[in-house]
């Protein structure tokens, strides 16, 4: 079992800048695939980004591809979200999300454990 939480969220300008950080605890988070996730009002949760159990490979959806970078703290256990350029279409629930098996999915499906969310909203 896996708990998550999600910190970092808020109102945020168009082009600036978010760091959001999804703490771990219970079992060894390195042996954990993270990912993000957001959804929108009326939309399906998406992928965003996810990072392999050692922090060595990335992989992120094209939306945010140059903007964000996903990173991890294995030590900490602790992911991270570093959001720049933030636009009014991020604007979504942004979840963190862990999955057991190696290689980075976005497939939301692959990821047994979740956490409660955190609200970016980007204003015009």
């Known amino acids: 079992q896996v708990q998550l939480v999600e910190s970092g969220g808020g109102l945020v300008q168009a082009g600036g800048s978010l760091r959001l950080s999804c703490a771990a605890s219970g079992r060894t988070f390195s042996s954990y695939t993270m990912g993000w996730f957001r959804q929108a009002p009326g939309k399906e949760r998406r992928f965003v980004t996810g990072i392999n159990r050692s922090g060595s490979s990335t992989y992120y959806a094209d939306s945010v591809k140059g903007r964000f970078t996903i990173s991890r703290d294995n030590a900490k256990n602790t992911v991270y979200l570093q959001m720049n350029s933030l636009k009014p279409e991020d604007t979504a629930v942004y979840y963190c999300?862990?999955?057991?098996?190696?290689?980075?999915?976005?497939?939301?499906?692959?990821?047994?454990?979740w956490g409660q969310g955190t609200q970016v909203t980007v204003s015009s």
């Open positions: 999300a862990a999955d057991p098996t190696t290689g980075v999915l976005p497939i939301a499906l692959n990821y047994d454990y």
